[in-house]
C-alpha cells in the first residue's frame, strides 16, 4: 500500500524529469539557432532536428506505451 | 443468522467486477492509443509532403524571416509542451487542480504561438517575399505554416474540451485516457514544428523576391 509520502515523491520525480527534458530541448534549440546564423549546416540542423523529435516522442509521447501489455492508467 | 459469509463472498464479487472493468479499460485504451498513433503516423505523411517540397522547390534558399520572431514562437511551443507533459504527469497523479492549471498555460502558449505565426510573421513573410500566390517560395510558406496552424487551433480546441471535462471532474489518475491522446497530439504538434523550424527559418541562404 503507497503511503502519501511515496505518492507525492512519484509525483515529484515525474514533475522533474519532465523539466530535465524541458531543459534539454531548450539548450538544443539554442544550440540550433546559434548553429543557423553561423554555420548553416543543412545536416547539423536536421540531426539537432531529429534529436529534439526522438526525445519529445520517447518522453513526452511515451512512445512505448504503444508496445505494453499493460493498459496504463 | 451471521452474515459474515455472504458479505466476503458480496464483497468478492464486486472485487471481481471492478477488477472485469479496470481491464476491460484497459483493453480498450491499448486499441484506441493504437488508432491515435496510426492517425498520427498518416498525418505525419502529409507534413512529410510539404517538408520534402520545400527542398524540391527551394533548394538552397529560404524565404527572408524574422530570426528573433521565430526563435520566440519556437520557445513558445516548446514551454507548451512541456506545460502539457506537466498537465498529464498531475492528472496521471490526481493532482486535478494542478492538471487544469497547465491546461490553461497550454492553452495560452498555443493561441501565443499562433498569434505569433499568422497575426506578426506573416504580413512580415508577405512583405518580403509577397501572399501565398506570388511565387513557389511563399506558396512553400504559407502552405507549411497554414496547414501547421490549422493543427494548432484544434490542439486548442482539445485542450478546452479536456479542460472543461477536467473542471467536472470526469479524470482520475485511473481513467485519463483522452488526456493522454490530446497530450500526444499536442506534442506531435511540436515535432512536426521541431522540423519546420529549421527548414524554414535556418537551412539556406534568405531570399526577398519582389511582392
Known amino acids: 500500500m503507497d503511503t502519501i509520502s511515496q505518492a507525492s515523491a512519484r509525483k515529484a520525480s515525474a514533475v522533474r524529469k519532465g523539466v530535465v527534458i524541458a531543459v534539454v530541448l531548450a539548450v538544443l534549440t539554442l544550440i540550433e539557432f546559434v548553429v543557423g546564423l553561423v554555420f548553416p549546416n543543412p545536416w547539423i540542423l536536421l540531426t539537432l532536428a531529429l534529436l529534439k523529435a526522438v526525445i519529445v516522442i520517447q518522453f513526452f509521447m511515451h512512445v512505448s506505451r504503444v508496445f505494453a501489455r499493460e493498459g496504463g492508467h | 443468522m451471521t ?44 507534413f512529410a509532403g510539404l517538408f520534402v517540397s520545400r527542398f524540391y522547390l527551394l533548394g ?35 493532482d486535478r487542480e494542478g492538471f487544469l492549471r497547465c491546461t490553461l498555460i497550454t492553452i495560452g502558449l498555443g493561441l501565443g504561438f499562433f498569434v505569433g505565426v499568422v497575426f506578426l510573421e506573416w504580413p512580415l513573410a508577405a512583405s518580403h517575399i509577397g501572399g501565398p ?79
Open chain 2, 3 to 46: 452474515t459474515s459469509g455472504v458479505s466476503v463472498h458480496g464483497r468478492g464479487h464486486v472485487d471481481q467486477v471492478i477488477e472485469n472493468e479496470h481491464t476491460a479499460y484497459q483493453r480498450m485504451v491499448r486499441m484506441l492509443r493504437i488508432g491515435l498513433w496510426l492517425f498520427i503516423i498518416s498525418d505525419s505523411f502529409m
Open chain 2, 60 to 94: 538552397g534558399t529560404r524565404p527572408e524571416l524574422s530570426q528573433a520572431l521565430g526563435l520566440i514562437v519556437t520557445s513558445v511551443l516548446l514551454a507548451s509542451s512541456f506545460y502539457m507533459n506537466r498537465a498529464e504527469t498531475l492528472i496521471e497523479h490526481g
Open chain 2, 133 to 211: 500566390a506570388a511565387s513557389a517560395m511563399s506558396s512553400v510558406f504559407f502552405m507549411m505554416t497554414g496547414m501547421h496552424a490549422f493543427h494548432v487551433i484544434t490542439g486548442i480546441l482539445f485542450l478546452l474540451v479536456i479542460y472543461f471535462n477536467g473542471r467536472n471532474g470526469r479524470y482520475t489518475p485511473e481513467r485519463h485516457w483522452m488526456v493522454e491522446a490530446c497530450a500526444n497530439y499536442w506534442h506531435f504538434v511540436d515535432v512536426v514544428w521541431i522540423f519546420f523550424y529549421p527548414a524554414l527559418y535556418l537551412i539556406g541562404t534568405p531570399v526577398a523576391l519582389e511582392p
